[in-house]
């Protein structure tokens, strides 16, 4: 049975409760590794258009941005085992951090295909034609050129996933993983105090959410102003 509301119970968690935000934060640090790294992947083939690879990156952006985050969970969650168990390996013990590590991966890989290939195409064409003249070959002038500038002009889309990824692993707890949520169901569960359970958890993910803000946005002006001076070096050399 709920108990009344108590202000001070919220104190009481909120140390609790910070106590398993390394769990939260290992988790999205990598699953945005990953999930940058295939997401550059998936961009690649839709920007060149590279037949049927292509159309296949799309079907998997599509899939993932389009399908709930708690569904994936539960797909990763049951689908690892079930396909290893066809080759003769069981994971059904496998460690729920690990499928919710892979979950956000696959989902994060999809969003940041999208950022990527939105950067790349804001990046002046000049740029290619320009490298392409001083003797870099295609692969050099994305590599140097292109995707440096697409990054800059896709960082604060980026910054915003992130957040956006830290307020998704709130839910890893549905699959059995001990982080900051899955505290706080315990919490809820042991002293019945649930509002001031989640109240707490409002504040201490507000809190990372609004440093994560302050960090993206002093680390945008320092990488244009980088940029620009960049930019100023290459069109120098140009000429």
Known sequence: MEKAFDINMITDFVPTLISYLPVTLEILALSLLFGYILGLLLALPRIYNIPIVSQLAKVYISFFRGTPIMV?????????????????????????????????????????AEIIRGGVGSVDKGQTEAAYSIGLSGSQAFRRIVLPQALVQAFPNMGNMVISS??????????????????????????????????????????????????????????KKNQTRLVTVFDMNIH
């Open 72 to 112: 994936q969970l539960f797909i990763v969650f049951y689908g690892i085992p079930a396909l290893t168990g066809l080759i003769g390996i069981d994971t059904s013990k496998m460690d729920p951090f690990y499928a919710a590590v892979a979950t956000y991966a696959l989902s994060n890989a999809a969003a940041a």
């Open 166 to 223: 830290l307020k998704d692993t709130s839910l890893a707890f549905s699959i059995g993983v001990m982080d900051m949520s899955g505290r706080g169901q315990t919490l809820i569960t042991s002293s019945n105090h649930s509002l001031e359970v989640y109240i707490a958890l409002s504040v201490v993910y507000y809190a990372v959410a609004v440093l994560f803000e302050w960090f993206f946005r002093v680390a945008e002006k320092r990488i």
